[in-house]
């Protein structure tokens, strides 16, 4: 969680005595809350309006405690509840108007503003939302979900619907859009995920089939850590062969 004090908008200057922070900061505080957040992220949030840090003469971004804070609320008002960012920025002018808001949502009076949440937390794995509810998520258009869909990026269920996990990879992808990646572009990616599960599910596969209830619940956490590291092993390797190409 983010250690900063609780505030509403920022209006791109510190109070005195507060401490500015550099982009790279305020991405090292987010990120225990928000593990996917990207600098890119960021500045693409301060040119739709929602968040305005100060600027050094020489251009760079200075972030106060309510500038985090901020974007922090942005953040968790798409994650928890699906809110396109025209509604969070209208949401928090109010809020900055000293209005009284209630957090809108997406659907109608009386629907509940997160599908996925309002599953019992039991049966978390199995809650779905449907197609507009995952359009307004990722403030997609139907033609880039149909073409997400065709390169199989996104998959969906029986009946149309989306898990927690699709509407993840869907923001990923539409963020990566912004910078001009297209589904095509993005073929490779995938299939490198899929040989690294099926190199994880090699793992894991004899705990599974084991009878003993422990050891089979065993293989699931077993395969949840693998997973991870081989995300964390293929960030590093990334990024070692970006230095590599810029030296």
Known sequence: MLRTPTGGAGNGTAAAGERAMSIGTVLLQLRDEFPEVTISKIRFLEAEGLIDPQRTPSGYRKFSPADVERLAQVLRMQRDHYLPLKVIREHLEALARGEQAALPSHGGPG???????????????????????LLAATEATEE?????????????????????????????????????????????????????????????????????PQTRAHAEATAKELAELSVRLHAALVQTALKVSFH
Do not use: C, M
């Open 111 to 133: 629907e509940p503003v997160d599908p996925l949440r309002e599953q019992d937390p039991g049966q978390a794995t199995a809650a779905r939302i449907g197609r507009p509810e």
């Open 144 to 212: 880039q979900l149909d073409e997400w869909e065709a390169y199989g990026l996104i998959v969906p269920a029986s009946g149309g619907s989306y898990d927690a996990e699709a509407v993840n990879v869907a923001r990923l992808v539409a963020d990566l859009g912004r910078f001009g990646l297209e589904p095509r572009h993005l073929r490779a990616v995938k299939a490198a995920a899929e040989r690294e599960a099926g190199l994880v599910e090699q793992v894991v596969a004899p705990l599974r089939r084991h009878r003993n």
